[in-house]
């Protein structure tokens, strides 16, 4: 008998959260991953003589929003190698248990509401063949001799589990179903929805079709889409069959609209209006209800714009569209703001017959207009932003500090464990909210959310803020803190979710792959490439870091500071200065940077569009000294080449095209400010 080490992963990860149509299906996907992780956890954590490391606690905060990582380390004692075997398998046994049981209420569910008449159009058979052996299972187990062992005990099982995962199991492939439609979330596997519930001849009714499967006239679902499409938060119960209901992305696309209407009793009576007129011609609206929420969640903070109330202090914005009658527990989706998206399920519900022509009604066109126009707004803002943030050299980290606490290695990676969870993981959910996001993943160092275009920024910093606290005092001065990344990706509501998440993930590999420690922000607008700019948490010298240069930016493009053209203009002034002559090689580079510099002074001094027409030579001077600013972090950030003044403004145009759109959407939630004839030089700590 003696002490093993075991570690488990279970899978898949990425292709598995990834795989996703709607905000519900990656939330899902996400939310089902970590509950597999946490019941294997807690089946070895429920075992005599076991003691969990990585996670280090199961006890959830009160809202149940602490995710569990897939890999699981746990020390085994007083076992022989056939007693740690049987406790791996019986962990996998609770993994398929829970899995059974939670694949068979939700197909219950579905044959519940199709009723008798109807259960020919749920091929359940097939949906459970999806979900065999749907998730991985890979274990390694260790031998440990003493407490000064554990350290290596964990390098190696880290190798032999990394081998193990990389060793495929080579199963019969699986008899092929002829002239079926694939899912739609991936192209993988099989419809489990007859095709005789789609079509103008459908045997069930479109709305009855929507909220058995959550789907809509073009949409199929495998048994593994079905599952995250219809599945509930843990102990959480349907309730009279309906499904609590994720928000679309063009829902956090509108938080500026939703904003602009809670703060204008005009705004809110045409939205009264609109319902009503919802209720009219499209009576299957209901579908649109998401949850709402109460209590802290309720508070929007929008750090950097000024408002009623001084900046900074929380504006009250509902997270939902209110229902007739105030439903306390539901509200409507903001996707009924944006007109594509009205036309969209107009066509979808006029395929229950009712309808003559797919065309939208010109009474509730025009009661859309209404809202929006008693808001203040023209067109709402489309884009929206993923945030995906992850800890640096993590791994490097829990390593050195094993091999400096010696034999206390594995109590330093239990309190490591659970700091992360009581101290990180379980506050995410509450900064997520509080800027009116929604956080689809937070366990150990990484977290996935959905946020509103115009608080992005700040829950980033939060967020990164949050996880320096954490990390305080847990590692000795000879071990590197860890610090964490963050990637933004500012996308299109319409963006199918797949490439949101690439975009997401492009965004967090920039920003590790410049040192570490940094913000990335990817702006993807429809039809235009990528724009993308990353910049250091904590500067070495009186430079801004990113996030708040981009507000700067967004500032005094909103308060008519600048010329709203400035980034295009300083596209036009450089472009003579990207042509190459003969002589370049024997040009001064501090003489061509002068005239760069020149170039940004002179076309941001132009004069101001909205104050009076006034020139702006202190902000100009501003200007340039954030041109100093780019120009010495690109030096920083890449040793092997230097920087060129141009690089610098192309910089900047990037960092002005992002923040462009942040000024949109803090002027859709609080109008535009009245003109400022105040372009007095700014204070150095302001302008540092």
Not at 635 to 651: K, M, W, Y
């Amino acid at each position: 008998m003696q002490s093993y080490l075991l570690l488990v992963h279970v899978g898949p990860v990425q292709d598995f959260i990834a795989t996703a149509r709607r905000c519900r299906d990656l939330w899902y996907g996400s939310h089902l991953l970590s509950e597999a992780s946490r019941t294997v956890a807690t089946a070895l954590g429920e075992t005599a003589d076991a003691t969990l490391i990585f996670p280090g606690r199961l006890d959830l905060d009160a809202g149940g929003t602490v995710s569990v990582a897939n890999k699981i380390q746990c020390r085994l004692d007083g076992l022989d190698a056939e007693g740690v075997r049987s406790v791996a398998e019986r962990a996998r046994t609770a993994l398929d248990d829970w899995m059974d049981g939670l694949s068979s209420g939700i197909f219950e569910r579905v044959q519940r509401e199709l009723g008798a008449e109807h259960q020919s159009l749920f091929l359940r058979e097939r949906a459970e063949q999806h979900l065999v052996d749907l998730f991985e299972f890979y274990w390694i187990a260790v031998p440990i001799a003493d407490e000064s062992a554990y350290p290596a005990a964990r390098k190696a099982g880290d190798r032999l589990l990394a081998a193990r995962k990389n060793t495929r199991d080579w199963e019969s492939a699986r008899e092929k179903v002829q002239g079926v439609p694939k899912s739609s979330l991936d192209g993988i596997r099989e419809s489990v929805i007859h095709e005789d519930a789609f079509g103008t001849h459908a045997r069930l009714p479109a709305a009855r079709r929507r909220s058995t499967f959550g789907v809509r006239s073009e949409e199929r679902l495998c048994g593994v889409g079905l599952l995250k499409r219809l599945g509930l938060p843990r102990d959480e119960d349907a309730g009279e069959g309906a499904a609590p209901v994720f928000h679309s992305s063009s829902h956090m696309a509108s938080a500026g609209v939703r904003t602009a209407i809670a703060r204008s009793d005009e705004a809110r009576v045409a939205w009264e209006h609109f319902v009503l007129e919802l209720g009219e011609h499209l009576p299957g609206y209901p579908d649109m209800r998401i949850r709402a929420r109460s209590g802290p969640s309720q508070t929007l903070t929008w750090t950097h714009v000024p408002h009623d109330g001084p900046s900074g202090e929380p504006v009250e914005v509902p997270f939902v569209l209110p229902l007739p009658g105030g439903d306390p527990e539901r509200g409507l989706d903001g996707v009924l703001l944006y007109r594509e998206r009205l036309e969209a399920l107009w066509a979808d519900f006029a395929d229950e017959g009712r309808h003559r022509s797919s065309r939208l009604p010109r009474s509730l066109e025009q009661r859309q207009r209404d809202v929006l126009k008693a808001a203040g707004i023209g067109d709402p803002v489309p884009y929206y932003v993923m945030l995906l943030a992850d800890g640096d050299r993590m791994g490097a980290a829990i390593d050195a500090l094993a091999e400096h606490a010696g034999a206390q290695a594995q109590d330093r990676h239990r309190a490591l464990s659970e700091a992360l969870d009581a101290e990180f993981a379980s506050r995410c959910d509450g900064i997520v909210r509080q800027h009116g996001g929604s956080l689809l993943y937070a366990g150990g160092d990484d977290v996935l959310a959905l946020l509103p275009l115009g608080t992005a920024l700040d829950c980033a910093r939060a967020l990164r803020d949050r996880f320096a606290t954490a990390m305080d005092g847990l590692f000795p001065d000879e071990v590197s803190t860890p610090t964490l990344s963050v990637g933004l990706a500012i996308v299109h509501h319409l963006e199918p979710l797949s490439r949101v998440r690439a975009y997401a993930k492009q965004a967090e590999k920039a920003a590790k792959l410049e040192g570490r420690n940094n913000l990335s922000v990817l702006l993807k607008k429809r039809g235009g490439s990528p724009r993308l700019v990353t910049g250091t948490w904590d500067p070495p010298d009186s430079t801004q870091p990113l996030d708040a240069r981009l507000a700067e930016w967004a500032g005094m493009l909103r308060e008519g500071k600048l010329p709203s053209r400035l980034a295009g203009r300083l596209e036009e002034a450089m472009a003579p200065l990207r042509v190459t002559l003969p002589n370049d090689s024997d040009s001064d580079p501090k003489a061509f940077e002068e005239v760069v510099r020149s170039l940004v002074r002179l076309t941001a001094s132009r004069r101001n569009e909205r104050g009076g027409g006034k020139p702006v030579t202190a902000l100009a001077k501003r200007v340039e000294r954030l041109f100093d600013s780019v120009l010495a972090q690109l030096g920083r950030s890449d040793a092997t080449t230097t920087a060129t003044p141009l690089d610098a403004v192309d910089r900047m145009v990037d960092e002005l095209r992002i923040a462009e759109l942040v000024r949109d959407a803090w002027n859709e939630a609080f109008g535009r400010p009245e003109p400022s004839d105040d372009h007095d030089e700014p204070s150095q700590e302001a302008s540092a």
